[in-house]
């Protein structure tokens, strides 16, 4: 295979030196930028006159000026990777310039003059993936840990980077194999009638497996919902006090949209980061306009709609309403099964005094002087955390991974029941085989180039 791979490498410039920005464009402190490949130290070596970088040992930094000809570029520090021990397994060296658009413009056209190539997306991922580096599902942990927007999703991205969700899946992967080496050998033998394959060993580990396979896949609503964010609908009366509770709670916890994948659309989200979890408060535009949320006398009436949009609903009441009103409120929501949290505004005023005698129970804030907000918010991340089985276990947060997954959940249960019917050992191989596939597929043991190009095509250039 990596014979195939430097062949292929030739014909399609994976051989090639490559180079590209690794910071955002823009003005800052430093630009990085990257280089790898085999030329390398001799490209970047022809820039830097101070010393011959050729002659430096690997994993240490140097100062000097960058060169072209006569001028000079910038005083920069480069980093040397030398290969295997760098990120993409190639000669691999770092410059450190100055943030300025012009320098690192100039830096980089000085290095394609010297014979580096600009990279495509994800290029740099790629080759470290096919030198072995990383394998595929934390490649593509690479891609999410770049686009982690809050502390949670890059908790979860870095955990798959480090490989705890593949260690699990290799593990099992190896144990199969080993399993269907020997029904394999048993066919050899097929005239003795002989078993070497434990079948109590193996209904076992088939029953290890798919409780692993149905705790993975039932963390993937959560690792979608850590990265997506979780739509909130604020619900109410009118009056209540909904767009004051929003704009308190955006005051403080505002995410930044435009950093958000997916926020550009139509439908106006206001997106808050509570302890790293995102949450999208779904048609804040009813909210301020009181357009959208025009609630019968007690029911839930129109914002149901609205409620189904959601994952969690927050409905607000005024802690002056009625006890029966909001009694009833809750039966509504109850019925409704969703997570939810009613919640009573206004404890600042006179009546709210009272309240908490008539409401025993129910969580009671002051959307405008922020009363138990910090509560309000606590319950939020609650809702999200709970039940899904989080802990610091591995979460998948990739749909091709839950695909495969459910795959690999299905032929688990063939093979299950091929060990229930007795079938013979070629039948059962057969299964384990299927299984197997699957489970490569993840970790990128067995793939196509076509997979492999729209995998790494997500990535930024630079990565
Ligand atoms: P919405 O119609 O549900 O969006 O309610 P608003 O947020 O527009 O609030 C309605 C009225 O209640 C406004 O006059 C707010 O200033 C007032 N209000 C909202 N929250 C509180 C609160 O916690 N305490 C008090 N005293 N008044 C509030």
């Known amino acids: 295979l990596a014979y195939l791979c430097k062949m292929l490498g030739k014909l399609t410039g994976w051989d090639d030196t490559i180079v590209a920005l690794a910071t955002p464009p823009g003005i800052g402190a430093i630009g990085l930028i ?211 509770l929003l704009n308190t709670l955006l005051n403080e916890n505002r995410a930044i949209v435009s950093e958000i994948a997916g926020t550009t659309r139509d439908t106006i989200e206001e997106v808050l980061n509570i302890d790293g979890v995102l949450f999208r408060l779904i048609d804040t535009a009813g909210i301020r306009h009181h357009t959208s949320d025009v609630i019968e006398q007690i029911g839930v009436g129109r914002s149901l709609e609205k409620m189904d949009q959601a994952d969690i609903v927050v409905y607000l009441f005024d802690v002056a309403d009625p006890i029966a009103g909001v009694a009833a409120v809750r039966e509504e929501l109850v019925a409704k099964g969703k997570p939810f949290l009613l919640v009573g505004n206004k404890v600042d005023t006179a009546e709210g005094a009272a309240a908490r005698g008539r409401f025993p129970g129910e969580l009671l804030i002051s959307a405008r002087d922020g009363h138990s907000i910090d509560v309000l918010k606590q319950r939020l991340v609650d809702q999200v955390l709970q039940g899904a089985g989080a802990g610091d276990g591995t979460i998948v947060t990739n749909a091709r991974h839950y695909h495969a997954l459910q795959l690999i959940q299905l032929s688990l249960s063939a093979i299950r029941k091929g060990l229930d019917e007795l079938l013979p050992g070629d039948l059962l191989a057969l299964d384990i085989r299927h299984c197997l596939h699957y489970l490569g597929e993840i970790t990128g043991e067995i793939t196509t180039e076509d997979r492999l190009d729209y995998i790494f095509s997500k990535f930024c250039i630079g990565k």
Not at 127 to 135: I, P, Q, S, V
């Open 34 to 244: 990257r280089v790898s490949g085999p030329k390398t130290f001799g490209i970047v070596g022809g820039l830097f006159p101070a010393k011959d970088l050729r002659e430096q040992p690997s994993h240490t930094l140097h100062v000097g000026l960058l060169k072209e000809g006569e001028e000079t570029l910038d005083e920069v520090v480069v980093s040397l990777f030398r290969g295997p021990r760098s990120y993409t397994g190639e000669d691999v060296i770092e410059i450190s310039c100055h943030g300025s658009p012009y320098i690192l413009e100039r830096v980089m056209q000085a290095l394609l003059h010297a014979g580096a190539r600009l990279a495509r997306a994800g290029e740099f991922t790629q080759r470290a993936f096919l030198n072995g580096r990383l394998d595929l599902t934390q490649a593509e942990a690479v891609a999410d840990v770049i686009a982690a927007n809050t502390a949670a999703s890059a908790r979860t991205a870095l955990h798959t980077m480090r490989g705890g969700f593949s260690r699990e899946l290799r593990d099992l992967r190896e144990r199969l194999i080993s399993f269907s080496a020997l029904i394999e050998l048993e066919l050899d033998f097929s005239q003795e009638d002989v078993e070497f394959a434990d079948r109590k060993q193996l209904y076992h580990l088939i029953s290890e497996a798919e409780q692993m396979t149905s705790a993975l896949l039932a963390s993937f609503r959560l690792g979608n919902v850590i990265r997506n964010g979780v739509s909130v609908a604020i619900v109410g009366k009118p009056n209540a006090g909904k767009s004051t």
